[in-house]
């Protein structure tokens, strides 16, 4: 059951997965796993808004969504900067070492989008709350669907998996209108330019010696994307809307 694949890869949930059945058969499950990551994520901050602090609410609002995905993305970031890659489709090799450069990547990511939703004004906040996890995976799923044509599965079935599961994130990415539209638009050519530029490292960093998208990789996506889109509403609260 290729959802039981997706939800075992990108969530916290003690799935056992399909081997049988190849990873690229879930991809069109990506974008829905990110907007089920986004609802939890929004319903949660609505709820803490109520009893505590804002800092407080925000800062449960970046923790949440790497708790829902077993802290896989701080994970990876962590060992993409060290240098470890997986084989793609599979998971993370088992031990884990914390080092002090690696452990400082993962906390700037953190802190980023933590004091940019901060700095946000409150409708926005509750938007970018819902927003910044499907941001995410929409990113990890459009790298997902750029992996070498000798990576993936051939045939129809798998192409149209392929399909489906980019008109599902370009269907998402529409959420960005939540926004008006200088600042939807400012945060997707920003994200889409992260997106782009942190796969471009992954790549060079990685030297070739892995041939497609590794949950390390994978991880600096998200995260960077997450962080450019929080970062970008910022700065278009900040300037675009002083024109």
Same mark, same amino acid.
């Given at each position: 059951?290729? =959802? !039981?694949?997706?939800?075992?890869? %990108?969530?916290?949930?003690?799935?056992?997965?399909?081997?049988?059945?190849?990873?690229?058969?879930?991809?069109?499950?990506?974008?829905?796993? /990110?907007?089920?990551?986004?609802? %939890?994520?929004?319903?949660?901050? &609505?709820?803490?808004?109520?009893?505590?602090?804002?800092?407080?609410?925000?800062?449960?609002?970046?923790?949440?969504?790497?708790? &829902?995905?077993?802290?896989?993305?701080?994970?990876?970031?962590?060992?993409?900067?060290?240098?470890?890659?997986? =084989?793609?489709?599979?998971?993370?090799?088992?031990?884990?070492?914390?080092?002090? !450069?690696?452990?400082?990547?993962?906390?700037?990511?953190?802190?980023?989008?933590?004091?940019?939703?901060?700095? %946000?004004?409150?409708?926005?906040?509750?938007?970018?709350?819902?927003?910044?996890?499907?941001?995410?995976?929409?990113?990890?799923?459009?790298?997902?669907?750029?992996?070498?044509?000798?990576?993936?599965?051939?045939?129809?079935?798998?192409?149209?998996?392929?399909?489906?599961?980019?008109?599902?994130?370009?269907?998402?990415?529409?959420?960005?209108?939540?926004?008006?539209?200088?600042?939807?638009?400012?945060? &997707?050519?920003?994200?889409? /330019?992260?997106?782009?530029?942190?796969?471009?490292?992954?790549?060079?960093?990685?030297?070739?010696?892995?041939? /497609?998208?590794? &949950?390390?990789?994978?991880?600096?996506?998200?995260?960077?994307?997450?962080?450019?889109?929080?970062?970008?509403?910022?700065?278009?609260?900040?300037?675009?809307?002083?024109?």
């Amino acid at each position: 059951m290729s =959802l !039981r694949n997706a939800l075992a890869y %990108l969530t916290t949930l003690r799935i056992p997965p399909r081997a049988r059945t190849p990873l690229a058969h879930s991809v069109h499950y990506f974008p829905w796993v /990110g907007a089920a990551i986004g609802s %939890l994520n929004i319903l949660a901050f &609505l709820a803490l808004t109520r009893i505590v602090p804002a800092p407080v609410a925000c800062f449960v609002a970046v923790l949440l969504p790497q708790a &829902l995905t077993g802290f896989s993305p701080l994970r990876g970031v962590i060992e993409a900067e060290r240098g470890t890659h997986t =084989l793609p489709g599979h998971g993370f090799p088992p031990g884990f070492r914390l080092d002090v !450069r690696g452990a400082g990547i993962a906390a700037a990511f953190f802190c980023v989008k933590w004091a940019s939703l901060l700095m %946000l004004s409150a409708d926005w906040r509750v938007r970018a709350v819902f927003l910044f996890p499907i941001f995410g995976m929409c990113a990890r799923t459009t790298a997902f669907l750029m992996e070498p044509p000798a990576r993936r599965p051939r045939g129809p079935f798998a192409a149209r998996r392929r399909l489906r599961a980019a008109y599902l994130s370009g269907l998402q990415l529409f959420l960005a209108f939540l926004f008006p539209v200088r600042a939807a638009l400012f945060i &997707l050519v920003a994200g889409a /330019g992260a997106t782009w530029w942190a796969l471009r490292m992954g790549q060079r960093r990685s030297h070739g010696r892995v041939a /497609g998208l590794t &949950l390390q990789t994978a991880a600096v996506l998200s995260e960077t994307a997450e962080a450019v889109v929080l970062a970008g509403l910022v700065i278009a609260r900040l300037v675009l809307f002083r024109w």
